[in-house]
């Protein structure tokens, strides 16, 4: 079946511009994560939606940081105003629940670079 | 609070060698304990967990881990190497109190010689 998909695969933009990000969880899954992999580092956990509810976005590091997910299935990232820290891969993940022990299923990640 | 330390960030293996990649764990709560790999330019696929049950864990191409709580370890076994298996290592603990949030190690970069 479908896995977690993610696009754009690639994003350059100049500083100051704004981006979005977009996830295709799997379907059926009700809980979808975003992290932000700073090279040669580990995830780092963003934001968490259940269903269209985002329950804790205690990771966004910004307010030029901004989630959705309105129909409970796909969601968007947007980064306003980019800065070069942003650069960056941004990793969506998905699980069926929110049950301890779920496993988290990745896409393959939007590797964004700021100029 | 929550974390993760990968005490190794490369280890470098002959291939037909055994692996062992070390994690060390922090959680307030009964965790739940996971192992990814990243190949290069891909996202992160699950190898293993461990939530409460058994805990030596079996996962998919031939690797093991052991909860060992005694020691707050999951160590990552595998007792022979293919060149198949050179990437990226991800260790990962989650509470049932942060929503099932997963906070990650740095990870440990692995190399297969051949």
């Known amino acids: 079946g479908a896995g977690v998909s993610q696009s754009p695969r690639y994003k350059v933009a100049k500083r100051g511009q704004d981006v979005a990000l977009r996830c295709d969880p799997i379907?059926?899954?009700?809980?979808l994560f975003w992290y932000q992999q700073a090279l040669g580092q580990g995830p780092e956990f963003l934001t968490y939606?259940?269903?269209?509810?985002?329950?804790?976005k205690s990771g966004l590091p910004s307010d030029r940081f901004f989630a959705e997910r309105p129909e409970g299935s796909v969601s968007t990232l947007k980064i306003q105003r980019t800065q070069q820290e942003d650069s960056a891969v941004y990793l969506c993940?998905?699980?069926?629940?929110?049950?301890?022990?779920?496993?988290?299923?990745f896409g393959d990640g939007t590797r964004l670079s700021i100029l | 609070a929550q974390s993760v330390t990968q005490l190794d960030s490369h280890v470098s293996v002959s291939e037909g060698t055994p692996v062992l990649l070390r994690c060390n764990y922090s959680?307030?709560?009964?965790?739940?304990l996971f192992w990814y790999v990243q190949h290069p330019n891909k996202g992160l696929q699950l190898l293993l967990k461990y939530t409460s049950a058994a805990t030596l864990v079996k996962g998919i191409n031939g690797f093991e881990a052991e909860f060992k709580k005694s020691e707050t370890s999951f160590h990552l076994t595998k007792p022979s190497a293919h060149m198949s298996d050179a990437a990226e290592y991800f260790c990962v603990v989650s509470v049932k109190n942060t929503g099932n949030q997963f906070y990650f190690g740095t990870g440990t970069s692995l190399t297969v010689i051949p």
């Open positions: 993940a998905s699980s069926l629940n929110r049950g301890l022990g779920q496993p988290q299923h």
């Open positions: 959680s307030s709560y009964s965790p739940s």
């Open positions: 939606f259940q269903n269209e509810a985002q329950l804790d």
């Open positions: 379907s059926g899954h009700v809980s």
